[in-house]
Nanobody, 122 residues
Framework: QVQLQESGPGLVKPSQTLSLTCTVSGDSITTNYYYWSWIRQPPGKELELIGYISYSGSTYYSPSLRSRTSISRITSENQFILQLTSVTREDTAVYYC??????????????WGQGTQVTVSS
């Protein structure tokens, strides 16, 4: 059973960089052909995929966030990391890390962390 846990600051100031870490247990982030993602949900809005890093280390970013997003990994710690630069109040959301395999040309986000609230405010 894969388990994911988000960690990072709950409050970030405008124009700063948001950095979150997802620690994975129960499986290695480099095996099993899984994809490891960051997904967020702003208040009153739907879930939004930010991007993901694959088991091989390749990355995908949502076009609307690509210029501000970086997802990397520390394989020795079985962690993957989100960095979102130049944040504004519109980046206030609950941030989730999630994981799953590719199924019929789409990714099934089978496992989720509990989510962490990030508020952008001065």
């Amino acid at each position: 059973q894969v388990q994911l846990q988000e960690s990072g600051p709950g409050l970030v100031k405008p124009s700063q960089t948001l950095s979150l870490t997802c620690t994975v247990s129960g499986d290695s982030i480099t095996t099993n052909y899984y994809y490891w993602s960051w997904i967020r949900q702003p208040p009153g809005k739907e879930l939004e995929l930010i991007g993901y890093i694959s088991y091989s280390g390749s990355t995908y970013y949502s076009p609307s966030l690509r210029s501000r997003t970086s997802i990397s990994r520390i394989t020795s710690e079985n962690q993957f990391i989100l960095q979102l630069t130049s944040v504004t109040r519109e980046d206030t959301a609950v941030y989730y890390c999630a994981a799953g395999p590719e199924v019929l040309s789409s990714i099934s986000w089978r496992y989720w962390g509990q989510g962490t609230q990030v508020t952008v405010s001065s």
